[in-house]
């Protein structure tokens, strides 16, 4: 079982929908999570935090998590053809605290 | 945010050389250093971590006689691809942390290419 786990994708919407994107961990002992927009050919920008449990939100982002199903989500509203990137999961603390893993990231294609 | 800056962005160079990455924190102690390698249309894979003044812990499966990292101030990683070869041609991004907790910052990202 990979440790962070993102449907892959690819995931395509239409301008102005919602995009919803799903992770699930397996260290019941993680402690941060981050959700990492990532363009091809460039590095990961941060998009994304979230320590507790329940929803953040920042703009157009919410991030949503829930460590009873070690689950975290991110939803993007008002999709624009902007948001087409790589969105990879990231997960830290518990038995790799500090360090950084990763979903192998999900594509998402906004089409006008 | 803070700023990480990686240097080379791109590098070509022949079988065998030696081949060395930059990492710097411009405006942040960063007592922790990361070291990435992300191949095409794959995940970013954790090489190595690096604490400011101590030897690199890298993750299994990472030679460290290959790939040298050197963490010698609170600014700055370096990353050495020794006798590199063509399997090693990835995308080299390092990440910058002040703390255990905070987010982690990207820099650019080297692309690296042996011929």
């Known amino acids: 079982q990979k440790e962070v786990e993102q449907n892959s994708g690819p995931l395509s919407v239409p301008e102005g929908a919602i995009a919803s994107l799903n992770c699930t961990y397996s260290d019941r002992g993680s402690q941060s999570f981050f959700w990492y927009r990532q363009y091809s050919g460039k590095s990961p920008e941060l998009i994304m935090s979230i320590y507790s449990n329940g929803d953040k939100e920042d703009g157009r982002f919410t991030a949503q998590l829930n460590k009873a199903s070690q689950y975290v989500s991110l939803l993007i509203r008002d999709s624009q053809p902007s948001d087409s990137a790589t969105y990879l999961c990231?997960?830290?603390?518990?038995?790799?605290?500090?360090?950084?893993?990763f979903g192998q990231g999900t594509i998402l294609t906004v089409h006008p | 945010g803070a700023v990480v800056s990686q240097h080379p962005s791109r590098v070509i160079c022949k079988s065998g050389t030696s081949v060395k990455i930059e990492c710097r924190s411009l405006d942040f102690q960063a007592t922790t250093m990361f070291w990435y390698r992300q191949f095409p249309k794959q995940s970013l894979m954790l090489m190595a971590t690096s604490n400011e003044g101590s030897k690199a812990t890298y993750e299994q499966g990472v030679e460290k006689d290959k790939f040298l990292i050197n963490h010698a101030s609170l600014t700055l990683s370096t990353l050495t691809v020794t006798s590199a070869h063509p399997e090693d041609s990835s995308f080299y991004i390092c990440?910058?942390?002040?703390?255990?907790?905070?987010?982690?910052?990207f820099g650019q990202g080297t692309r690296l290419t042996v011929v």
């Open positions: 990440s910058a942390r002040s703390d255990p907790n905070t987010e982690a910052f």
């Open positions: 990231a997960v830290a603390g518990g038995t790799s605290y500090g360090k950084l893993t």
